[in-house]
Every structure is written in C-alpha cells, then in structure tokens.
C-alpha cells in the first residue's frame, strides 16, 4: 500500500483545539515558562539549603523579581532574567511579618499596577523600608501616622486595610491569575502568551 504524509503548519499545531488546531505549546515559550517555574521557587524567601545554596550563587535577595536586569550575563542567566517579567506579572506578596518586603521595589500590593504602591513625596523612594517596619509588633497593626507620611494617599489608604496576621507568618508569595494563590506552569502560560 502507499504511505501518506500529511503536513501542516507549526503554526496550525499551535493552535487552540477549539479553532481545529492541536493545542501544541511553542517550545520557546514553554522552556520560559518552565524557567518562570525556577524563578517561583527560588524569588521568595523560603528557607531550604537548597534554595540559600541558589540564591547565593545568583546573587538573589529581596528586590530581585523586579530589579532591572544586568547588562553582562550568561545565556542562562539571561532566560532567568526573562522568566522573571513572567513571574512579575502575577506574583504578589501577601503580608505575614513584612521582614522580606522591600516596600519600593517588591510586589505586594494586589490592586495597583504592578503591586507597588507609589510615595507621598519621590524623594521617599530612596528610602530602603521593609513592610516591617511599617507594622507595630505589639499590637500587630500598621503605624498609620507613618504610612500616611510615605505613601499616596489612595496607596496608603489600601494599605491600612491589609490585615495583619496575629501569629507570626512569614510574608508569602502568591499567584494571582489563580483563585488559590497557585502558581503552575499552565498559568504561567496562559497569563504571558494567551
């Protein structure tokens, strides 16, 4: 008998199922995504020697999902760097203790543009703050006469009505496209391609 071969674009491939494609993943695209992936791992501050060796070795510390990217680096590194605007795009602190939130540069406020709230005055951007130093450890509430001081008054506002927890909680990276707070590499996906 004779052997056919049927050929169809990539594109095609690619397409939705729901437009007569077969729904295939752009391999780029989903490399970055499985990076994005590395990044959700490593970006917070979760306490493994796993990832202190990485962050160590890449020299991560808190401000580094939105930090701008080096000029000089490896082709790793420069997918990492890639990976990480993904990330920025979703991910979001939630408040426990504040101690990992650098307030003018980390993600952490979910109803503004891209989670960081705006100063009252600019020069206080040059201020290096962390969340918690925002927070009275007494009675477990925002020193309102201070937030006030620092931030827009719509920003300061909004964050006056984060609660904070009353049992000490590490601050804690979420995802936001997901009703749970789960961040998955289909999510990922769907938020940086769709």
Known sequence: GSKYIAWTSWDKLCCSKK??????????????????KFV????????????????????????????NS???ASPTWRAIEEAKKLV???????IGNGKSIQVWSDPWMPEFVNFIPQP?????????????ELIDSISK???????????????????LNIPIPMSPKQDKLVWLPDSKGRFSVKSIHNVAFA
Do not use: H
Not at 20 to 25: A, M, Q, R, T, Y
Not at 49 to 60: A, E, G, P, T
Not at 120 to 132: D, F, G, T, Y
């Open 120 to 132: 009252r005055l600019e020069e206080c951007r040059k201020l290096s703050i962390k969340a918690s």
């Open 141 to 159: 509430s925002w020193i309102s006469v201070l937030v006030k001081e620092l931030f827009a008054p719509t920003n300061a506002r909004a964050i």
């Open 19 to 36: 437009y007569g494609g077969l729904g295939f993943k752009e391999t780029k695209e989903m490399n970055l995504a499985l990076i994005a």
């Open 40 to 67: 959700w791992f490593v970006a917070p501050d979760r306490q493994s020697l796993c990832m202190d060796v990485l962050r160590s070795k890449y020299k991560i510390n808190s401000g580094w999902l939105t930090a």
């Open 70 to 72: 080096v000029a000089i």
């Open 88 to 94: 920025a795009k979703g991910g979001c602190f939630i």
